[in-house]
């Protein structure tokens, strides 16, 4: 069975200053890795996902995450924020043949 | 166009009345997906068909019934609504398996007073 971990419900952080949203996950078989953003009153969209090859993961909006398998980890950074990047940002992960899973959510808000 | 959009947008209703949520996408996906979100911002998945057929069905209450009619559709039907019902419901699509990115509707807040 897979689960995900999303070790911070909350973080703040000002306006252009770096920010890392960690994300742990356990599995037993090889997963698949996702970042989902909600803004307020709205659906998920993907930020990014790791299926196979470099580990470095870009995505929309200058974010990235880091696959490490050794960590079981794929923490999403960004190295400046905008007040436009508060929302609720999500890990996931799925392994073929089985489910989806969400982690329980990081609420990022940026400070002006 | 909306690539998946969800009616009603918000639905206030009594406990014990029988209600439905409809998802449609133009996307052309072969999977789609109901997921339920509380209050808490937990997303759980509830149902994922793949070309109409049942694949994915969690252990949720069997007052919740997904219809899909066709490829493009699949609604969500609710028997005898309890206030722990409440919650936003997700409607998702994507091309295929689990490795797919999935496509979110704009959610439908239910309310159970």
């Known amino acids: 069975a897979q689960s995900v971990t999303q070790l911070d419900s909350q973080v703040p952080v000002f306006e252009e200053a770096p920010v890392e949203l960690r994300c742990n996950y356990s599995s037993s078989v090889s997963v698949y890795l996702f970042w989902y953003v909600q803004y307020p009153n709205q659906g998920l969209q993907l930020l990014l996902k790791?299926?196979?090859?470099?580990?470095l993961v870009k995505g929309i909006n200058g974010f990235e995450a880091e696959f490490n398998k050794s960590q079981t980890s794929f923490h999403l950074r960004k190295p400046s924020v905008h007040i436009s990047d508060t929302a609720e940002y999500f890990c996931a992960v799925s392994a073929y043949g089985n489910q989806f899973y969400f982690g329980t959510g990081t609420s990022l808000t940026v400070i002006p | 166009d909306t690539a998946v959009s969800q009616t009603p947008k918000y639905l206030v209703t009594q406990m014990g009345n029988d209600k439905s949520i409809k998802c449609e996408q133009n996307l052309g996906h072969d999977t789609m997906y109901w997921y339920k979100q509380d209050s808490k911002k937990f997303l759980k998945i509830m149902f994922s068909y793949n070309n109409k057929e049942l694949i994915i069905n969690e252990t949720v209450p069997n007052r919740f019934s997904p219809k899909s009619p066709d490829k493009a559709h699949l609604n969500l039907h609710i028997n005898s609504l309890e206030l722990g019902d409440s919650a936003v419901y997700f409607c998702?699509?994507?091309?295929?398996?689990?490795?797919?990115?999935?496509?979110f509707g704009p959610g439908t807040r239910l309310t159970v007073t």
């Open positions: 998702a699509t994507s091309a295929g398996a689990l490795t797919y990115e999935q496509y």
């Open positions: 790791y299926l196979s090859g470099s580990t």
